[in-house]
């Protein structure tokens, strides 16, 4: 949860969005924290499909 924009970008550049996942510490940490780094996520302007992808469906696709 802590990717620079910078960052972002050159991963979906290298990997695709199709292997990202979004991690963080949130059982451990304070919720405003979580709450900031959604947001910086929600700031990066990435389309709805991909934002949910990266935030949950990746994820979700893993699990059987």
Do not use: Q, V
């Amino acid at each position: 949860c802590a990717t620079t924009l910078l960052s972002l970008r050159r991963a979906l550049e290298i990997a695709g969005w199709e292997k990202i996942l979004y991690g963080s510490d949130g059982g451990f940490a304070d919720l405003k924290w979580i709450d900031y780094n959604l947001r910086k996520i929600r700031k990066w302007n990435l389309t709805p499909e991909i934002e949910s992808r990266i935030l949950g469906g990746n994820a979700a696709r893993l699990i059987p």
